[in-house]
């Protein structure tokens, strides 16, 4: 059974949608969205890369009763704990934040800034 935020983002996404990263200087796509995962798709190879529905649906507890929160995208396999970046190396030594962030804003789960620096914060 699908969870919120799985439920949000297949409700207004769909494979090979094309989204603008957080500066809209570039894109990414939506590649699909199997039983455990949402897939990402990153550059002109169109590069995959698979985050677990469990991941995604932490982000609303790791968020909530938190202001904004940093996007702190960088390619540190740790990240900064205090950010989104760091809540999703916990899962995934990549760097997705930026990507995740938009596709959190666009199902409606968190507010964007996209100001210096970029930062989300839980919209329910």
Known sequence: ??????TAIRECM??????????GQASFGIGEM??????????PKK?????SWACL???PDYLRGRQWVPIGANRDVQGRQDS????????LKRQTANYVAVVLERAGV???????????RLRF
């Open 1 to 6: 059974m699908a969870g919120p935020i799985e």
């Open 14 to 23: 769909t494979p090979e949608s094309e989204l603008p990263t957080p500066t």
């Open 34 to 43: 199997t039983l455990s995962s949402l897939v990402l798709l990153f550059g």
């Open 47 to 51: 590069a995959r890369t698979s985050i």
């Open 57 to 59: 649906e932490g982000i």
């Open 84 to 91: 989104l970046d760091g809540y999703l190396k916990g899962f």
């Open 110 to 120: 968190v507010e964007l800034d996209r100001g210096r620096p970029t930062r989300v």
